[in-house]
């Protein structure tokens, strides 16, 4: 601990100060989702929604954004250092707010959105930056796990934040709480975080470098596979956040305890990625990550031949949502990792890329699930059938179908 105390002290910060500082950066993509769910019913009705499905389309320009943002901010952040690349992404962040603020039809709010999205990835990408310039192995996945037990509780609190919000005032106010939060870790950062990445150590930003980089994460089996398996679930991921709030709201009518089953969900896939932390060293990723998609896909299709039989009531989709979740904090770290196991040498640019790649993948998916919600589960649980068995095939044609004999990346999710 004495070292990870020496390492944080070059950030300008002691340990608890930058562990915090790094799990709330991440968590500005969570708060400016899920802060936001409860209220696009409302939104929908006051700015005059052609179809009880447009607001959905909310959440889907912010992911848009931040999928493009993070092919932008990936290299700059490894050129210019993490400061300026911070600083950059708060501003388009709080020009985004206020034009969402302001608002008054649903074009100029998913505008506004969508530069929001643009914003956040700048300080999700240097978020996990900070920790890699600080630190390395098993110091570096003891942070992340601190960081991971911030950072779990945000999608829990952060429906419950929009609720209390609108209880005391309109869907503006939430956008109000965006303002405040950026605000203050833009102060955060600027009186208390120092430059991270030394100036021998940046990476000049070049095009020759992105293209090789591009063709590297594309032509590799490895890793474009695995690139397209995270696209492909958390496609069906995201359908289902698309229509959380219609699902929880209208179809099983919680009213406002919409945010108490959001949140628990979240919790359930905040200990899952703690326990993967934990076990994946023993077990390997490509283990978990393999039967976690095969449970995905086998308790959907259960799940969505249960239709045919019954009238599916809330108790029983809260128990197949959280099995759901239990698998995805299995596989988010993990698939990550081993997409990007073979690209050490080009990581800077990879993340970026990979990352970005399977953002579009996942918002395209997603954007076509929640449009085709019909008040049934039927188009959720078929999306996770449908993306799941496509996932498995691509994995088992990555590795040749050898996933027991293949070496296990270890500590995937650090």
Request: aromatic share 12%; proline share 3%.
């Amino acid at each position: 601990m004495e070292n990870a105390h020496n390492n944080t002290q070059a950030s300008g910060m002691q340990a608890k100060e930058f562990t915090t500082l790094v799990a709330l950066l991440m968590s500005i993509v969570a708060i400016s989702i899920d802060a936001l769910l409860p209220a696009l019913g409302i939104i929908g009705n006051d700015l005059g929604a052609v179809t009880a499905n447009q607001p959905q389309l909310l959440i889907s320009m912010l992911f848009l954004g931040m999928a493009l943002g993070q092919l932008i901010c990936g290299p700059l952040s490894d050129a210019l250092g993490r400061r300026p690349v911070l600083f950059s992404g708060f501003t388009l962040y709080l020009i985004g707010t206020l034009i969402c603020y302001q608002a008054d039809n649903l074009e100029m709010l998913m505008i506004g959105r969508f530069i929001q999205g643009l914003g956040v990835a700048g300080p999700y990408i240097s978020a996990i930056s900070l920790v890699r310039d600080l630190f390395h192995g098993a110091q570096m996945a003891r942070i992340m796990s601190l960081v991971m037990m911030i950072f779990v509780l945000v999608p829990a609190i952060a429906p419950t934040l929009g609720q209390g919000i609108m209880l005391i005032s309109d869907w503006r106010g939430i956008f109000e709480l965006y303002l405040v939060y950026a605000i203050i870790l833009m102060l955060w950062i600027f009186f208390r975080l120092k430059e991270t990445l030394p100036k021998e150590h940046r990476i000049a930003f070049s095009t020759k470098g992105f293209y090789d980089g591009f063709k590297e994460v594309v032509t590799n089996r490895i890793t474009a596979s695995y690139t397209i398996c995270m696209g492909l679930f958390f496609g069906s991921f995201i359908g289902y956040l698309n229509s959380s709030q219609q699902i929880f709201q209208v179809q099983f009518e919680t009213g406002n305890m919409f945010s108490v089953y959001f949140g628990l969900l979240a919790l359930v896939l905040g200990v899952s990625s703690l326990i993967n932390a934990r076990v994946v060293e023993k077990f390997g990723a490509r283990h978990i990550a393999f039967r976690a998609i095969f449970l995905v896909v086998v308790a959907s299709a259960i799940f969505l031949s249960l239709h045919a039989f019954v009238d599916i009531n809330l108790w029983m989709f809260m128990l197949y949502a959280s099995l759901l979740f239990f698998c995805f904090g299995l596989l988010f770290g993990n698939v990550n990792a081993l997409a990007m196991e073979p690209m050490g040498h080009v990581a800077g640019i990879a993340s970026a890329i990979i990352g970005s790649v399977s953002s579009i993948m996942s918002m395209s998916i997603g954007t076509v699930i929640g449009q085709l919600y019909d008040n049934t589960l039927i188009p959720i649980s078929a999306g996770f059938v449908i993306m799941g068995s496509l996932a498995l095939v691509i994995m088992f044609w990555a590795e040749k179908g050898r996933i027991e004999d293949l070496p296990e990346v270890g500590n995937a999710s650090a």
